[in-house]
């Protein structure tokens, strides 16, 4: 089992940042793929974008291609998410995922967090 917990959301400004954590805790996630989805009120959970276990490869969403990142730290077992030029469309709560397998877009399945709200305004 792994248990993620998701923290760093807020309530920011259009053209803000915030970076988003996750902590693991259970098992180690050098071996997981890690990724970030979010939904927004009234819509489907939508892939923000992923980082694989062993290769670091990272594959984003087109929407947030250039202003997001992720990134891994094994030894922590943490995973960041990086939110630049931060629009009122990314307004979600945000969920972490860590699975054995590759993390894209559809991806239902491994673990879950609880989710961290972001906001912002206009």
């Known amino acids: 089992q792994v248990q993620l917990v998701e923290s760093g959301g807020g309530l920011v400004q259009a053209g803000g940042s915030l970076r988003l954590s996750c902590a693991a805790s259970?098992?180690?996630?050098?071996?997981?793929?890690m990724g970030w989805f979010r939904q927004a009120p009234g819509k489907e959970r939508e892939f923000v974008g992923s980082?694989?276990?062993?290769?670091?490869?990272?594959y984003y969403a087109d929407s947030v291609k250039g202003r997001f990142t992720i990134a891994r730290d094994n030894a922590q077992n943490m995973v960041y998410l990086q939110m630049n030029s931060l629009k009122p469309e990314d307004t979600a709560v945000y969920y972490c995922?860590?699975?054995?397998?590759?993390?894209?877009?559809?991806?239902?399945?491994?673990?879950w967090g609880q989710g961290t709200q972001v906001t912002v305004s206009s």
């Open positions: 259970g098992r180690t996630i050098s071996s997981y793929a």
């Open positions: 995922n860590a699975d054995r397998g590759p993390i894209r877009p559809g991806s239902r399945g491994g673990y």
């Open positions: 980082i694989s276990g062993s290769t670091s490869i990272r």
